[in-house]
């Protein structure tokens, strides 16, 4: 029986369903057709809708189709207020509608006026779920929604507990809203109010024109309350069935542009979340968010391919929810045996016969079905969906359907056998209609990330921004393009299951990664297991955050194609094992420091301080730009620490300049080498610190006719330092030294200008070169602050 009055009840809905109505300065008696108001923000295309209410000599409300003219995109680019003229297709009755844009630079300041039904008696956790709460959840974070519900008020002023006597009323005016909706009338319907209704149509129009006179001209709309099913706390239908065309009234004769919500008729068939039959619960509370959300931003689009949870048209039993992480995309919760959602005008000229749908379901034999233009229409596909075990974890389910053509409405129909209608079987987040399993996975929020993932899906493309509210694993090799998008990790990380057994090939391009976990927006555990980590490519990519990959595993390697910028605040850049930077690739990388430690100081590549091969490669014609931060005190602020080799290749660019040593090493098992090749531009540049531009555990230094080589550490006492005996060869080309004295000695071109032995920087060591006078002439390494080939 349950079934059959759900589906009597969206019979009624479609009849007459989101009734807008606006208004005009026609007389009553020839009936009137209010203004229709729209809102939206900047850039945020939006249409009128293609039907309109109308009311009667009596205020009883029907509904019109209406043609409008033609709307210039160009409005949708900028704040203003812009009027659209239409016409009745029955009568040819003159319509006016108003589009409202807003700035998207603040949310629009929305307050819900009304009474214990807006407050959200009888909603299950009410600061989540009341109406103003899920309408807020529907428009997004463009908008602010504010509650200002306040229980057993009236819209008379003579009433037993009148609404603008309430701190709330007071609040809602110096909140200076952009929109106001009032749903009132409810309580009025008591015998004792009832007495005094006379007085109800002059009281709303007081009360309209009170929030119309604020300084921000807010939009107003007037809700008619829901059914009452049964009479409780005196609150009867039968009086409320002649308040609702005093409503309307009211609308009129405040002789501005007044839109109606009917919220009335959107309820008639929801008995059953109204447990005390004046009160709806928490998916009552969805159905009138829902009915709202609607009429104030107008028609829905056509839709195809994916689209996200937030482009659903109607449901029954779903609630509006977002995570209370930083995440706010919208998803659909509580979905339970027998509820639905609906889509509205989806064109399946596109459809490839299946469907992918994101969701969590914690039970196992949850079947959905898709049947179109109605929960009992043609059922066009079914699927058992995959049990993810909770409902905070998400799978991708793909829907196989049959041959669809046309524009339909598609009904959603989700059921458990034996289940009580209390049981959370599913939530829902995005749908594909057009899903081509050959093409990329197209991602819209975090949770279809999770799905994908969990759903083995490895070629995936973002869709939207997307903000991470819990770890997320990798399981087999994975290509994620951003899509120009912005992957932030905020405080958790894309991390690899290793007990897949296997290393897995990663690649991410196209966009932009932000984070603050401390492990790094990517992540792998420190490990000698050649099975685990990733290796990883990004290219194009811009990071904004603490540490953007930790995967320093043996042998694992990390790479950089195209144009990075990676930026970090208090950590690396990177903290791997090996790292390449491709062939012609730009790699820019600073940290802002903070600390002196390795891995979460100044340092802007970190590879650890074990003595296995760490290898960071510069392939020829690329190009390297590393700023260490300056704000801690310590040796943690380098450009490059931990390697055991650097290769700088033919014709490629390394530069890193900053106020502490750049280069530095330890606990390698023996010397790390810098080698620098033919035609290649290294240049290190530090300005404060105490040992000059190294400071290591023992470097060789091997440049090959460089064509740009610069080592410079002004006014300090030791030129390089180190631990462990060091050398420093340069062959071919002019070499020019700076003493710290700012005089300079230069010499002719030479063979080879080799220093070896040197230690703790004072130690000149031995000096081999082709040219006597250098020989002669050179002194200790403690009284130089440059050495270069450059004049």
């Known amino acids: 029986m349950k079934k059959i009055q759900i589906y009597s009840w969206m019979t009624c809905l479609i009849i007459a369903i989101f009734v807008i109505l606006p208004l005009s300065t026609k007389a009553a008696e020839n009936g009137f ?93 009410w600061a989540y779920n009341a109406y103003p709460k899920q309408l ?35 609040q809602s005016l110096a909140s200076n809203p952009n ?57 009867n239908q039968a009086n409320m069935d002649k308040i609702l065309p005093k409503i309307v009234e009211a609308a ?21 979340f109204v447990p005390d039959n004046v009160h709806p619960n928490g998916k009552g509370a969805a159905i009138l968010a829902n009915n709202v959300y609607h009429t104030i931003t107008g028609e829905q689009p056509e839709l195809s391919g994916k689209v996200a949870a937030n482009a659903y048209n109607t449901s029954y039993g ?76 998400w799978a991708l389910n793909t829907i196989p359907t049959t041959d669809v053509t046309g524009t339909h409405d598609v009904y959603f129909v989700f059921s458990r056998p034996s289940t009580a209608a209390s049981i959370e079987l599913a939530r829902l987040g995005s749908i594909d209609f057009s899903y081509d399993a050959t093409k990329p996975t197209e991602i819209m929020s975090a949770q279809d990330l999770e799905a994908a993932l969990a759903s083995g899906l490895t070629n995936l493309k973002l869709m939207n921004n997307i903000t ?6 990798l399981s087999d090799d994975t290509k994620l393009n951003l899509n120009g998008f912005t992957m932030d990790t905020a405080n958790y990380y894309l991390s690899k299951n290793d007990t897949v057994g296997k290393r897995i090939q990663f690649d991410i391009f196209g966009g932009n990664v932000a984070g603050k976990n401390a492990y790094g927006s990517i992540y792998s555990a420190t490990s000698e297991n050649s099975n685990y980590g990733m290796n990883i490519n990004a290219k194009d990519i811009t990071f904004n955050g603490t540490l953007f990959i930790r995967n320093n595993v043996l042998n694992a390697i990390v790479t950089f ?34 600390g002196s430690s390795n891995e979460s100081g100044s340092t802007v590549i970190t590879m650890g301080i074990g003595n296995t091969d760490k290898n960071f490669i510069v392939e020829p014609q690329a190009k390297i730009e590393l700023y260490p931060g300056s704000k801690g005190t310590g040796y943690g602020q380098n450009a490059i620490y931990g390697f055991s080799k650097i290769n700088i290749a033919d014709g490629a660019s390394f530069t890193a300049s900053g106020a502490r040593p750049m280069i530095r090493t330890e606990y390698t ?35 090959d006719h460089a064509m740009y080589l610069n080592l410079e550490s002004p006014t300090k006492t030791s030129f390089m330092y180190a631990h462990r005996s060091s050398s420093l060869s340069i062959y071919g080309g002019k070499v020019s030294v700076w003493t710290a004295a700012n005089s300079t000695q230069n010499w002719d071109s030479v063979d080879v200008f080799q220093l070896n032995n040197i230690l703790s920087g004072k130690n000149m060591g031995t000096l081999t070169t082709s040219s006597a006078e250098l020989k002669n002439t050179f002194g200790t390494l403690a009284n130089y602050v440059r050495l270069t080939n450059q004049n």
């Open 33 to 125: 057709i209010p203004t229709v108001n729209i809102v939206t923000t900047t850039g945020n295309v939006v249409g009128l809708p293609s039907e309109v209410g109308q009311a009667d000599s009596a205020y009883k409300l029907t509904k019109a189709k209406v043609r409008w003219d033609a709307v210039d995109p160009a409005i949708f680019n900028g704040v203003g207020e812009h009027v659209i003229h239409g016409t009745t297709e029955n009568g040819q009755r003159a319509v006016k509608g108003v589009i409202h844009v807003f700035a998207n630079t603040k949310p629009v300041n929305v307050a819900a006026i009304g009474d214990s039904i807006t407050y959200g008696m009888n909603v299950e956790n």
């Open 669 to 703: 098992a023996k010397n790390a080498r810098v080698e620098v090749a033919p035609n290649a531009v290294f240049d290190v540049r530090t300005t404060d610190a105490a040992e000059g531009f190294s400071f290591s555990y023992g470097i060789d230094y091997i440049f």
């Open 468 to 473: 991470f509210t819990k770890n997320l694993q």
């Open 252 to 272: 009129e004769k405040a002789n501005v542009d007044v839109s109606i919500i009917d919220n009335q008729t959107a309820t008639v068939g929801a008995k059953e």
């Open 318 to 393: 779903a609630i509006n929810a977002i995570p209370t992480t930083a995440d706010k995309t919208l998803f659909l919760s509580n979905i339970s045996t027998q509820n639905w959602v609906s889509y509205k005008n989806v064109n399946f000229d596109k459809s490839l016969g299946n469907l992918q749908m994101s969701a969590a379901v914690p039970y196992n034999a949850t079947t959905v079905e898709v049947r179109l233009d109605s929960p009992t229409g043609t059922t066009i596909g079914t699927k058992a969906l995959k049990q993810t075990g909770n409902v905070n974890t």
């Open 561 to 594: 194609d195209g144009h990075n910028v990676i930026k970090s605040t208090t950590g690396s850049n990177v903290y791997v094992r090996n790292m390449t930077i491709k062939a012609g690739a730009y790699y820019y990388g600073s940290t802002e420091g903070g």
């Open 136 to 170: 807020n959840n529907r428009l997004g974070t463009n908008y602010n929604v504010t509650n200002y519900g306040n229980s057993g008020k009236t819209l008379l002023e003579s009433g037993n507990d009148p609404y603008i006597r309430t701190t709330q009323y007071t």
């Open 179 to 235: 929109v106001v909706i009032i749903q009132l009338g409810t309580n009025d319907s008591k015998p004792a109010n009832f007495a005094k209704i006379d007085s109800f149509v002059s009281d709303y129009v007081k009360l309209i024109n009170k929030y119309q006179t604020l300084a921000t001209k807010p939009v107003v709309y007037v809700a008619l309350p829901p059914v009452v099913f049964n009479t409780a706390y005196t609150i």
